[in-house]
Structure formats: C-alpha cells, structure tokens
C-alpha cells in the first residue's frame, strides 16, 4: 500500500491518516481509541492502522485529554518510599496504568494516618483519581475532596469514603503463621507489634488472638515496637529477656521487625530457630537475605496495585469493580522449627 508523507515533514495527524488510507477523520479516530468493533468494519480497522503506521502518526494525548476533560493522570499515596512492598504496589500499578495511556505519580504521607498535603495547586484539576495504600481514607480528604475517585489498598472495608477496595486476605495469613508455628509444637509465643496504628496492622493481632486461643495451652504476649530493625531488636531482647519461662516464637507483624528479632535472639547468646523461632510477614527481599532465612508470608504487592488500578479504571468507566480479598501464602523457610525438648 502506497502512503503519502505530510507536506514538509510535519508531524503526520489523524486527518493525514485518514486522506491516505481513503476513509473519514472519525473513523481514524473510532479506530485509533479502540471503539470500532460494532461500527467500523475489521478491514477498515486494519487498514486504519496499517497507515497509522506507514505514517509514523502518534495521537497527540495531550489534545485528547483537553477534549476528554481528563488528565490521564493518578495519585498513588503511600505511607513510605523506603518500603519495598509499595515499590511493588507502585510498579504494579504503574504497568496496567500504561496499557491505557495512563500515569501514575507517587506521593509519600508519612505513616497514612496524618492529613496528606495536596501535591498540586489543585489535585482535582490534575488528576483522574487517587489510590491509597496502606492509608486512613481520612488522611487523603484534602487530596480529593469529594470529587476525585479513591480505591484503597490494604485498608479497611469498612470506610465509606473510597469508591473501590482492593485487600489481601491478611487475617488468612496470620492463620497460616499459627497453624504453621502450633503444628511444629510450640505453645509459648511473643507478638512482636508495630506500633504503627494501622487497619492491616490491626487484622494481624485480631487474627492471631483469635487463633491462639483456640489452642490449647497455647499463651501469648504482645510487644508493640516501632517499625525499623533497631526498635524491634529492642523490643525483643526486652520480650526474651523478661521473667517467665522463654517463648520459643516470636511472631513479627512485618518482615523487618523480624530482621530485629533475630538480631535480639544472637544477642542474648541464643540461635533461631533452634532456641527461638521467628515469621515475619511480607516476604521482602529481606526475607532471604537473612540467615536462616525467614519463614514469613507472602503478599503479592504488584497484584495488589494491578488490581487497585484495574478498579479505578472501571470507576472512571462507570463500571463495578470485582469484589474479593486476593490470597496470601506462608513461605517455611530456616528461621522456624520444632522447639528444644
């Protein structure tokens, strides 16, 4: 097929596409946003992008959202950007976002339980919507008003404000901890808290309360420590050091708290998991590079933000977004096993 260059090597637009290929602006355009099935012939469809592409033509986004009245732009909140697990969500997200023609930026509140400043003169006037993870709904009202969608991530179900929810199924995990940690024998436990008032935080000790007391001659005692390997290191030492008889597990919220623990654990003399068992929760990198390496669970933080993005899409579409926590599963690795005789 035979096409023909724009006049002085300008920038080839949709009319150019439609002129060479023989057919109407309006059907390049149809075409070109994927809205021709129903209207527009598969040929038709085929040539249309044949040229589009023998021309070398680009839809100019920036024209179509002016006409579109929308940016084709997200927020995505999160607590932190030193946290592997929202590099994930972010990256996850991220990937469904370019598949149609979206960005997404990230924006760090501190702890998702403080307001969070509007990054821009006006948020509702450069974005589509906003995806919170890890965040109180509450702390995003100055964000997005009442106006922009917001999909929350890892959040409580129960908050009214957010057009979409997208959970992991956290309390199956904490579960998975315990029936591992109860079948290898061990009744004397020490949850390792973060201290971070947060609802995923919140559903781990529920989770693992209710469990502990199903079993029998189980006991446990819980040890709020800040979110970072010295702070749980302390927190630790404090909870094996005290008086009683030793736990032989330590269960940690988050797999850098278990960094901490087993930090504590070497510093008193003793051996995990020989002594002193221990599980994070998160499955980062970290998890293997600790020796032993860490049993912990596994959340899938890049579906999550596939998913959180995918919901908003259907938001923006008018659509419902598919209801359902997404799964996690218990990694065993070296750091558990049966306690000492």
Same mark, same amino acid.
């Given at each position: 097929?035979?096409?023909?260059?724009?006049?002085?090597? %300008?920038?080839?637009?949709?009319?150019?596409?439609?002129?060479?290929?023989?057919v109407?602006q309006?059907?390049?355009?149809l075409v070109l946003?994927?809205?021709?099935r129903g +209207?527009v012939?598969? /040929?038709?469809a085929?040539l249309v992008?044949?040229?589009?592409?023998?021309?070398?033509?680009?839809?100019?986004? !920036?024209a +179509?959202?002016? /006409?579109?009245?929308?940016?084709?732009?997200?927020?995505l909140v999160?607590?932190?950007?030193t946290?592997e697990?929202?590099?994930r969500?972010?990256a996850g997200?991220? !990937?469904v976002?370019s598949?149609?023609?979206f960005?997404?930026?990230?924006?760090?509140?501190?702890?998702g339980?403080?307001p969070a400043?509007?990054?821009?003169?006006?948020? +509702?006037?450069?974005?589509?919507?906003?995806?919170?993870?890890s965040?109180?709904?509450?702390?995003?009202d100055?964000i997005?008003?009442?106006?922009?969608?917001?999909?929350m991530l890892?959040s409580?179900p129960?908050?009214?404000?957010?057009?979409?929810q997208?959970?992991?199924?956290?309390?199956?995990?904490m579960r998975?901890?315990?029936?591992?940690l109860?079948?290898?024998?061990?009744?004397?436990f020490?949850?390792?808290?973060s201290?971070?008032p947060?609802?995923?935080?919140?559903?781990?000790?529920r989770?693992?309360?209710?469990?502990? /007391?199903?079993?029998?001659?189980?006991s446990i005692?819980?040890?709020?420590?800040?979110?970072?390997?010295?702070?749980?290191r302390e927190a630790?030492?404090?909870a094996?050091?005290?008086?009683?008889?030793?736990?032989?597990?330590?269960?940690?919220?988050d797999?850098?708290? !278990?960094?901490?623990?087993?930090k %504590?654990v070497?510093?008193?003399g003793?051996?995990?998991?020989?002594?002193?068992s221990?599980?994070?929760?998160d499955?980062?990198?970290l998890?293997? !590079?600790?020796?032993?390496?860490?049993t912990?669970?596994?959340?899938?933080?890049? /579906?999550?933000?596939?998913a959180?993005?995918?919901?908003?899409?259907?938001?923006?579409?008018?659509?419902?977004?598919?209801?359902?926590?997404?799964?996690?599963?218990l990694?065993?690795?070296?750091?558990?096993?049966?306690?000492?005789?």
């Amino acid at each position: 097929m035979q096409t023909r260059e724009p006049v002085g090597g %300008a920038r080839p637009t949709s009319k150019d596409v439609a002129r060479a290929a023989g057919v109407s602006q309006a059907t390049v355009s149809l075409v070109l946003a994927g809205k021709w099935r129903g +209207r527009v012939s598969e /040929r038709t469809a085929d040539l249309v992008r044949q040229t589009a592409g023998d021309l070398g033509y680009r839809p100019n986004l !920036a024209a +179509r959202n002016l /006409r579109l009245g929308r940016t084709r732009t997200v927020l995505l909140v999160v607590p932190a950007l030193t946290n592997e697990f929202f590099a994930r969500v972010y990256a996850g997200a991220a !990937a469904v976002a370019s598949e149609h023609d979206f960005g997404v930026v990230l924006y760090p509140s501190p702890e998702g339980v403080e307001p969070a400043k509007d990054p821009f003169p006006s948020a +509702r006037a450069a974005l589509d919507g906003v995806i919170a993870s890890s965040m109180a709904a509450k702390a995003l009202d100055a964000i997005r008003g009442t106006d922009l969608p917001l999909v929350m991530l890892d959040s409580d179900p129960s908050d009214p404000a957010s057009a979409a929810q997208v959970n992991l199924d956290i309390a199956d995990g904490m579960r998975q901890v315990t029936d591992h940690l109860l079948g290898l024998g061990h009744r004397r436990f020490v949850h390792l808290a973060s201290a971070v008032p947060s609802w995923t935080f919140e559903v781990r000790a529920r989770a693992l309360g209710a469990a502990l /007391r199903a079993a029998p001659g189980a006991s446990i005692r819980t040890v709020a420590a800040p979110l970072d390997v010295s702070g749980a290191r302390e927190a630790a030492e404090r909870a094996l050091a005290g008086s009683g008889p030793r736990p032989t597990a330590l269960i940690c919220d988050d797999d850098i708290l !278990a960094a901490g623990a087993c930090k %504590a654990v070497r510093r008193l003399g003793l051996r995990v998991p020989e002594d002193v068992s221990v599980t994070g929760f998160d499955d980062l990198a970290l998890a293997t !590079a600790l020796e032993p390496e860490l049993t912990t669970v596994h959340l899938p933080a890049e /579906r999550v933000g596939e998913a959180g993005m995918s919901a908003l899409l259907a938001v923006l579409r008018g659509d419902t977004p598919t209801p359902g926590d997404l799964p996690v599963t218990l990694v065993p690795r070296g750091s558990t096993s049966p306690p000492a005789a």
